[in-house]
């Protein structure tokens, strides 16, 4: 199966996702990377099957300027719709300035994190991208989402115990947080299309877990309407 991978943001290096994903090779999976958001054009969109989406509203790792303009939306947005399917991980759940059709789209926005610290993930109702998956845990930055849709369907939740070392980042809410639950996977359906979003995945070791090599391949199956 044909993927395009969108990756690379100032906070989150393609790298990542594109080693996390070589594994997949394996199991059929072929990704095509784009990591400048300049090289992305709108028609592209339409060769694949499922788009996995890893990045944020800049251009590259060096470009922090902002490539999801409301053209570039509404083309996820019919693309969706039409059929597509969209795996957002990540990075990919972070608003920009004028991102509010692909917020829509995704039907979240990420609120923030704390330190990174052990993060334990666990399916919490059976779905076909949850299938076979187990509990796991790994040190990442634990994801708060505000999600909206009133289709999501949360299928894997996350847990992090309370943390009261101060943040390299001398801000709230990244000290002294309290122990929190929150939504770490979720399905919705816009159109004939399928979206899934995932939040884990800001270190190779988590995309390396082989719970989480499921989840993905589940995820890019059935966004595609493989399963």
């Known amino acids: ?52 989406l890893v990045k944020c509203d800049e ?34 759940t972070v608003p920009g300035t004028h991102t509010e059709s692909l917020d829509q789209l ?6 923030g994190h704390p330190n990174e610290c052990p993060v334990t993930v666990q399916p919490i109702k059976p779905h076909p991208v949850t299938e076979g998956v187990e509990m796991f845990c790994e040190t990442d930055e634990h994801y708060r989402l505000d999600v909206f849709a009133p289709d999501a369907d949360i299928i894997i939740a996350s ?9 390299k980042y001398q801000e709230d809410p990244y000290h002294n947080t309290q122990a929190a639950v ?26 390396h877990n082989p719970q989480f090599q499921l989840t993905l391949s589940n995820a890019l199956r059935w ?3 493989v399963l």
């Open 159 to 167: 847990y992090s115990p309370p943390q009261g070392e101060e943040s």
């Open 1 to 52: 199966m044909r993927v395009l991978l969108l990756c690379d943001d100032y906070w989150h290096p393609g790298k990542v996702p594109i080693d996390g994903v070589a594994p997949l090779a394996e199991k059929g999976f072929q990704f095509d990377i784009i990591t400048n958001a300049n090289d992305f054009t709108q028609d592209i969109l339409t060769q694949y099957p499922v788009v996995l």
């Open 59 to 92: 251009v590259s790792q060096t470009d922090k300027q902002s490539w999801k303009t409301e053209a570039v939306q509404q083309a996820f947005v019919a693309y969706v719709t039409h059929g597509g399917g969209l795996l957002a991980v990540h990075s990919a």
């Open 223 to 225: 966004c595609a309407r």
């Open 106 to 111: 995704l039907g979240c926005r990420f609120k």
């Open 182 to 207: 929150c939504p770490a996977g979720y399905v919705r359906t816009q159109g004939e299309g399928r979206v899934c979003v995932l939040t884990p995945g800001h270190h190779l070791a988590v995309w």
